[in-house]
Nanobody, 121 residues
Framework: QVQLVESGGGLVQAGGSLKLSCAAS????????MGWYRQAPGGLQRELVA????????NYADSVTGRFTISRDNAKNTVYLQMNSLKPEDTAVYYC??????????????WGQGTQVTVSS
């Protein structure tokens, strides 16, 4: 079964840190970009937090630059998000996303189930 499994969410005080993990399994081809998105309470859509290509190129939302760090372990098909200096406005459900590549070259988006991050003031 092809899936993404996230872990590491929780409740933390403002200024604290959390590290999220997302492991892909059942992948028979490869993975292009992996990344994290979040949806705030009452939010209508998911917003990009950070992405990382297999070659190590990273991209961050302005709101998290300098505080969050994304990293990948390509051998383990796993992506991490180290979140430091957390703020109450970082409270959201965080979703992992992978762009999966089949042997035929077809690509599709795969999403995790989401993990809750709550930052108290």
């Amino acid at each position: 079964q092809v899936q993404l499994v996230e872990s590491g969410g929780g409740l933390v005080q403002a200024g604290g840190s959390l590290k999220l993990s997302c492991a892909a399994s059942g992948i028979s081809g490869g993975i292009n970009t992996m990344g994290w998105y979040r949806q705030a309470p009452g939010g209508l859509q998911r917003e990009l937090v950070a992405t990382a290509t297999g070659g190590g190129t990273t991209n961050y939302a302005d709101s998290v630059t300098g505080r969050f760090t994304i990293s990948r372990d390509n051998a383990k098909n796993t992506v991490y998000l180290q979140m430091n200096s957390l703020k109450p406005e970082d409270t959201a459900v965080y979703y992992c996303k992978a762009t999966v590549r089949s042997y035929s070259g077809y690509t599709y988006a795969l999403w995790g189930q989401g993990t809750q991050v709550t930052v108290s003031s």
